[in-house]
């Protein structure tokens, strides 16, 4: 909240409920088709956003192997025998894992991600929000037609850059312009991100399986960049306040925050005093959303450290389905996991995010331990952890964004929903770094 003079004090204070507040301006009123239409719009969104970023894992994993085997092919007198699955026969490790952790393709899926979070708070404003979806459109198909046509290496590593880079300024610009919407569509938003990862690797799984090229499914994922063009442009229905094509000629935002007031019925609303969005003021508001922000980075943390660094070691050799079976289905009963918790919100609501934190940290802990001494006995356990997994990683994602715009300053919470969604990129980022000595150590088995 703020003072009485308008200075920026504690963002997000838990006792401001018991203070006398400042009215805020509230959002335009909407019939029940328009509000189904945003949802449904954002939801759209959502699935668009991560679609790329899923699907991009599993392609580039693909074209990659397939171009190692064509180099295994050709060495293959000189070197050690590698099997049909592009792996070494030698391996001798007891977990039968990979020599390269699956954490060295997540981190260049996620650093460009982070670092576009990290820098474009400060900036962004002066990119109105259609040119933000078309730049991430354009950015969407050229990592679909980068990684379709790679001959090499770099150029599937460059695909997978330009999706993440879609995937962080798609985040943080949908999470922003959330505030001139109906706080619901925050609901439809949290549920498309998880239909993405089911989606996205069912579907590619899917028409591999049917018997398509890598690179003919690409092609067909194109519809993809031109879904989030329809959703955004021909789906939503935006205010009057929504900078679309320029802002204002101060900044945007003081224009948006104008309107909204006039949006205003029956209320004597004090007006707004022009946000001059000066460095200090935003590293206090920084400040204020870590109590949301640390809670989140740490559920990501334990969640990939589990997904990267000890999935594929949680191997059992006598289980019905093969090793790679196994691994499919962790991470399908994630993403189901992860789908079911971002579509929670219209149902209950979570306030202590802490608790979240910590439950996630002991599964982590619990798998490590299970992988280190083989304490599971069966794969079925492991597949009711894992979505159990999915569950909290979804729940603290929905429900910090929820809370962040539900408490935040009306002229902070533009600023304040882009920037907390560089949480969830450092957790991720950090748990990649992590898993690499992890995986190592036990592959070295």
């Known amino acids: 909240s703020s003072g009485g003079d308008g200075s920026p004090q504690s963002l997000l204070d838990p006792q401001a409920e018991q203070q006398p507040q400042q ?27 991560n679609f790329a970023y899923v699907v991009m894992l ?7 192997r397939k171009q190692e085997l064509g180099n295994s092919t050709a060495t293959a007198s000189a070197t050690s025998p ?41 900036v962004i404003h002066a990119v ?31 695909g997978v850059i330009f999706a993440s880079l879609s995937s962080g300024l798609g985040e943080l610009s949908f999470l922003a312009l959330s505030v001139f919407f109906s706080r619901d569509v925050l609901g439809g938003w949290g549920s498309g991100t998880g239909g993405a990862g089911v989606a996205g690797a069912l579907l590619y799984s899917a028409l591999t399986q049917l018997g398509l090229s890598p ?51 029956g209320e004597d609303q004090r007006g707004e005093e022009e946000w001059d969005a000066s460095r200090p003021e935003k590293w206090a508001i920084i400040r204020g959303l870590s109590k949301f922000m640390w809670p989140l980075c740490l559920v990501y943390f334990a969640e990939y450290f589990i997904n990267q660094g000890l999935m594929e070691l949680l191997y059992f050799p006598s289980f019905f389905l ?72 979804g729940a603290a994602y929905v429900n910090t964004f929820f809370f962040i715009s539900a408490e935040a300053e009306d002229k902070h ?33």
């Open 82 to 122: 590698v099997d049909l699955q592009g792996r070494n026969s030698s391996n001798a490790s007891r977990y039968d894992c990979n020599p390269v952790s699956t954490a060295a393709v997540l981190l260049a899926d996620i650093l460009p991600s982070l670092t576009v979070k990290l820098v474009a708070p400060f």
């Open 322 to 393: 093969s090793h790679a079976e196994q691994y499919r289905w962790y991470q399908t009963l994630y993403q189901v996991g992860v789908l079911l918790s971002r579509s929670s919100l219209c149902c209950f609501k979570i306030r202590k995010l802490w608790i979240l934190a910590l439950l996630q940290v002991l599964n982590a802990v619990l798998l490590l331990l299970a992988v280190g001494y083989q304490l599971l006995p069966s794969a079925w356990l492991v597949f009711a952890i894992i979505l159990y997994e999915g569950l909290l990683g």
């Open 23 to 49: 009215p805020q301006p509230t959002r335009l009123p909407v019939d029940r088709c328009t509000k189904w239409r945003n949802w449904i719009g954002f939801w759209f969104l959502g699935l668009c956003n």
């Open 58 to 64: 599993s392609a580039a994993h693909d074209i990659l």
């Open 215 to 265: 690179r003919v499914t690409l092609f067909i994922m194109l519809v993809i960049p031109f879904s989030m063009i329809l959703s955004y442009f021909f789906l939503l229905v935006f205010p009057a306040a929504v900078p679309q094509w320029k802002p204002s000629e101060n900044d945007c935002r003081v224009s948006c925050s104008e309107e909204r007031e006039r949006l205003i019925e």
């Open 128 to 158: 109105p929000y259609g040119i933000r979806v078309m730049i991430c459109v354009a950015m969407t198909a050229t990592s679909f037609l980068l990684v379709a046509f790679s001959s090499a290496v770099w150029m599937s590593i460059l």
């Open 413 to 445: 919470r533009e600023f304040s929903m882009a920037t907390a969604s560089v949480a969830d990129s450092v957790g991720i980022a950090l748990a990649a770094l992590a898993a690499f000595p992890v995986h190592r150590y036990f592959c070295s088995l």
